[in-house]
């Protein structure tokens, strides 16, 4: 059974007093004059600087409503200390629609160490502090006060994350749902705009926000028990996956979750291809008319192995085409989550890119810089979604698998678009990528196969049969994107995904020819099986075999180019000893990272189950299950760390005393097969040891030798004095990206 969607852009739309878009949507009564308006329907609450462009969710949700017809109004990152700045705008006629921003407000407020960090790329003037913590939360229950009976709807990557019980890293918790928390009418999760237009319409047409129910894509409270109808049945989630003894037990998820390859290429049997059709749709349609109930907030709070089989359960219902209703008990009251939303088509899409923004900072910010818009001002977002499935990622959690990607004209005449208005321009755009750069148009080649699939990655333990890998139409638009008049450079500056890049050796040589500025970014993330498997993540011998053709494709076209590796520290499954031979890997091949990255639990991301449970729902989950140890005490995650930064003097009493303490003193030394010296480095005063080469008026937060990479050559950066061997990759992944909304 296909469910069929509305397009958004094909509602009538609202008659408003002026025709034609707003330069900008209002963020102050003024504004709302100068347009005509007495009042707004829709009030959009940001935790971010309100920039209209495409790469932000606000300003997206605001224009694709706007299109209907809506008068939308934004408050941008209000003092959250009183209800005052709640009211700039008045009352809305519809409701108030609350994000907390493009990123979790917990990830852009602490490190991965839980301290407080000294910027915000998402406030003028790079400012912290700007947003609360858990800001959704403060910002609806805010609304509430400031108009109270007025309709709330959150939103965002907050929202989606913790639209269920969750581990909070930075509680150390299981914390409730958002929705209870927050006292909103409705939670909007995953790429909004086909659930936020229905709705904005149908409480336009009289409808009462409390009786629509059948959104796909949003959650709500309920009694305890509720259904839509009296046809529809409930399943224990645990019928699906018992979370008791490990024993041999049906598949619960026949047939949806055999293999694609064998769904798509079963030889027939003892039953014809239409019987088994058959079965299959009135499996489908059974799944629209059921709903899987989690154990409750209160059981999993309290228990890590129930944990566990909700999150497994909870990811095997994720797929669109035939995922079913999930409800947790909350207290006496239900949390009922609606399957996920269906993706956007091209023309969906393209409608939706294509609109009239401003691609500027609103004008009240008064040309101060904003870090964030600077990152992303000269970049294209080509696509959304990601089938890669990486266990510490949430991509897939809130984008989707599939992907859903924009036409090549949409894509070049928004290049024109940055060419000829955005101020500043130079010639050189600086990305055409997404959650990853080379997943443009990629997918499912069996639409019934992609329909019933239950995995979790098409691309791991390894590239699903039926995944279309032809990089023809990414290669295409590159071609045509550089040869737009006004255009010096296309500059890729998304992930690229290196086990699908290598099935296209021509992509490669594309990339490196013409799209490489001298570094690229790339994500083995770890070196060893054991590890790889948590994250699902390719083996490294796909790296080197990248490598190799980029090497090759570099020389070829007289370039000195670079990979910038991407690993993390202290991931679920690593254990010291990985950390070790990560470590001999890095300056075997002479790779001396900068800034790493130490694992970061985020709320419903698989690896965030691994570190809060210890157990792995990637596998049916029981109390004998496979025990994943986890870097926990802030001493051992500070040595795997110290393990990547083997090279940093300051980690080298760490390193020894661990060699020592492990029998492995035979890599202490100065040998090429070494990992850290033996003499030690002359003591430096703590307070010393950036004021002897700060400059006057230098920060004392800047430690010398750091962040140096955009200044500095590639082959200045090179390790051991050997051409080719880049040694000052670095990174600081702050949580999300920017483009994806996260």
């Not at 709807?153 to 909070?168: C, F, K, P, Q, T």
Request: hydrophobic letters at 35%; aromatic letters at 8%; charged letters at 25%.
């Amino acid at each position: 059974m296909t469910v069929v969607a509305k397009n958004i852009f094909s509602y009538v739309s609202r008659k408003v007093k002026r025709a034609g878009a707003a330069p900008f949507l209002p963020m102050s009564k003024k504004e709302m004059e100068t347009l005509g308006w007495d009042a707004c329907d829709i009030i959009i609450v940001s935790g971010d600087a309100y920039i209209d462009h495409p790469s932000f969710g606000a300003a997206i949700i605001g224009r694709v409503l706007e299109a209907q017809g809506f008068k939308v109004g934004i408050i941008a990152q209000p003092d959250w200390k009183s209800v005052h700045d709640f009211r700039t705008l008045g009352r809305p006629k519809l409701y108030f629609g609350v994000t907390s921003g493009n990123m979790d407000s917990m990830v852009n407020r602490y490190t991965a160490e839980r301290k407080i960090r000294s910027d915000d790329a998402y406030t003028p003037g790079g400012v912290a502090g700007k947003r609360p913590d858990r800001a959704l939360l403060v910002y609806a229950q805010r609304v509430k006060e400031a108009y109270p009976g007025i309709p709330v709807v959150i939103g965002s990557i907050e929202a989606s994350l913790r639209r269920v019980a969750h581990y909070d890293y930075w509680s150390d918790k299981v914390r409730r749902s958002v929705l209870p928390d927050s006292k909103a009418d409705l939670l909007v999760y995953g790429n909004a705009e086909r659930a936020i237009v229905e709705l904005s319409h149908r409480l336009a047409a009289g409808e009462k926000i409390e009786s629509i129910r059948d959104l796909r894509g949003t959650a709500f409270m309920v009694p305890k028990g509720w259904k839509p109808a009296e046809e529809w049945s409930e399943v224990d989630s645990s019928r699906l996956d018992t979370p008791g003894p490990v024993r041999k037990h049906p598949n619960p998820y026949y047939p949806e979750q055999e293999p694609c390859q064998a769904i798509a290429g079963r030889q027939k049997s003892d039953t014809t291809q239409a019987v088994r059709e058959s079965r299959i749709s009135l499996r489908l349609k059974a799944n629209g008319q059921s709903v899987v109930r989690l154990p409750s907030f209160e059981q999993v709070k309290d228990d890590p192995v129930l944990y566990a089989h909700a999150s497994r359960v909870m990811h095997l219902e994720s797929n669109p085409g035939n995922a079913r209703a999930l409800v947790q008990a909350h207290g006496e009251r239900d949390v009922w989550l609606n399957p996920p939303p269906l993706p956007l088509t091209m023309e969906e899409m393209d409608g939706v890119y294509g609109l009239p923004y401003a691609r500027a900072p609103h004008p009240a910010y008064r040309g101060e810089r904003i870090p964030a818009w600077e990152m992303i001002r000269f970049s294209v977002n080509i696509m959304r979604g990601c089938f890669g499935g990486c266990t510490f990622c949430s991509i897939t959690e809130h984008e989707g698998r599939i992907i859903q990607s924009r036409s090549e004209p949409s894509i070049l005449r928004e290049i024109e678009e940055i060419r000829d208005h955005v101020e500043g321009f130079t010639g050189v755009i600086s990305d055409l990528g997404g959650p990853s750069a080379n997943m443009y148009r990629l997918g499912c080649k069996n639409e019934k196969a992609q329909q019933v699939c239950r995995r979790l990655s098409c691309v791991y333990p390894e590239i699903c049969k039926n995944l279309d890998t032809d990089h023809g139409k990414l290669i295409s638009l590159y071609r045509k994107a550089r040869a737009l008049p006004g255009i010096r450079k296309i500059l890729i500056g998304s992930g690229v995904r290196y086990d699908l890049a290598v099935r296209s050796p021509e992509y490669i040589r594309e990339l490196v020819t013409h799209h490489v500025g001298g570094l690229l970014k790339i994500a083995p993330e770890h070196t060893e099986p054991n590890v790889l498997s948590k994250m699902m993540k390719p083996g490294i011998g796909t790296y080197d075999a990248f490598k190799k053709l980029f090497d090759r494709y570099s020389r070829e076209a007289g370039k000195e180019q670079y990979l910038v590796p991407y690993f993390i520290a202290a991931h679920p499954g690593a254990t010291d000893e990985d950390m070790l031979n990560l470590a001999l890997w890095l300056k075997k091949n002479r790779f001396r990272p900068d800034q790493v990255q130490t694992f970061m639990p985020t709320p419903m991301a698989i690896a965030s189950t691994m570190y809060h449970t210890g157990k792995n729902p990637l596998e049916p989950v029981s109390r004998d299950s496979e025990r994943v140890e986890t870097a926990k005490k802030g001493q051992v995650r500070r040595l795997h760390k110290a393990f990547l930064r083997y090279h940093d003097p300051e980690n080298w009493q760490l390193l020894r005393e661990w060699l020592r303490r492990h029998g492995r003193s035979d890599l202490i030394g100065n040998g090429p097969g070494q990992l850290v010296p033996a003499w030690k480095s002359a003591p430096v005063p703590l307070m010393d040891r950036f004021a002897s080469s700060r400059k006057p008026g230098q920060s004392k937060r800047a430690e010398p030798g750091k962040n140096k990479l955009a200044a500095q050559s590639p082959r200045a950066q090179q390790g051991d004095g050997k051409k080719g061997q880049f040694a000052g990759a670095s990174r600081h992944r702050k949580g999300f990206s920017v483009r994806s909304g996260r």
